[in-house]
């Protein structure tokens, strides 16, 4: 099955591969609250929903946000269980084993933790507001956390539960992969169409990868805030390749790791947003969300293997369970 978020339209639409990409279910939270990120428990039998009553708070920064993080049953769609959170959330990023997910808050100093077992919700401080993008290191022992508005990158000691350090760029943190061995990030960043290196051991900037130019008629980001040019990096589950999206220049760059060295580009739909990748390291998943497009990708000859048209409103984060 491919779970696919769709940020304008607040809903989680549902695709089965067996029968050719057709949809065979929708989900909507309820009430006001518009889905923002999806993920599966260990055993595929759990989908992991949160979301918010607003998105986009930049817009109107003091408006009362509500938030929830919910699951369902993976097959029929039946809610199982939801608890409230605070603010405003943005995405989140789930342990290795699967029990606790980190929600990032726009307008908090916070993670939200939720044990998928308990149910329980355990606040973290950290240092900056805009949290946007998280992400669990392979030994579940990190946490870091990319701000949409101070530019950092925060690390959380997820054993002890607590800020650890941080380290600032020269602009807004968007999506970040790590290598499974948890000794460097890639981050992109809001104006820059390309990524940076980061040394996880020292916290610092190594280096920076530009992606291949863009066309002469294409900008490099949006013309407002959150000046988005590049938005989506992924590594694949066997550390061979990273993948990332040229968001204004409607593509996609295949690296191969560790050298960096660039593969090929994969053209696609309109700003493309997000990936995900299967587990056999065989396919990838990207969403385009001003075309409302889903692509899915071979790996084994980085050729489009299907097209999934009107998938949603603005569809963004995406899962699947294999």
Partial sequence: MIYQQNTIGGDVAVFDETKVYKEVGRLDLGGNFKADSVALSADYGELYVNGSTRMHCWQNPLADNESVFAAFDAHTLEERWRVPLVGQVEHFAISPDRRYVYNAHYDRKMVSRVDTQTQEVTPISIANLGGHKVRV????????????????????????????????FEDNVRPFALTPDGKTAYVQLSRFHG????????????????????????????????????????????????????????????????????????????????????????????????????????????????????????????????
């Fill in 137 to 168: 290191s392979a030994d579940g022992t990190r946490v870091y956390v990319g701000s949409i508005v101070w530019g950092s990158l925060d690390e959380i000691d997820a054993e002890k539960m607590k800020w650890k350090r941080h380290l600032t």
């Fill in 195 to 322: 990524f940076k290196i980061v040394d996880l051991e020292s916290l610092k900037v190594t280096g920076s990868v530009d992606l291949p130019e863009l066309p002469a008629d294409h900008p490099v980001s949006e013309a407002q805030y959150p000046f988005t040019s590049d938005h989506g990096a992924e590594i694949t589950p066997d550390g061979r390749h990273a993948i990332f999206l040229a968001t204004t220049g409607h593509y996609a760059a295949v690296y191969r790791l560790p050298e960096l060295e660039l593969v090929t580009t994969i053209e696609l739909g309109m700003q493309p947003s997000y990936l995900t990748v299967s587990k056999d390291c065989k396919l990838a998943y990207i969403s385009c969300r001003a075309s409302g497009e889903l692509y899915v990708v071979s790996l084994e000859n980085f050729a489009i293997k299907h097209v999934l048209k009107n998938v949603g409103a603005f569809p963004q984060r995406v899962c699947v369970d294999h």
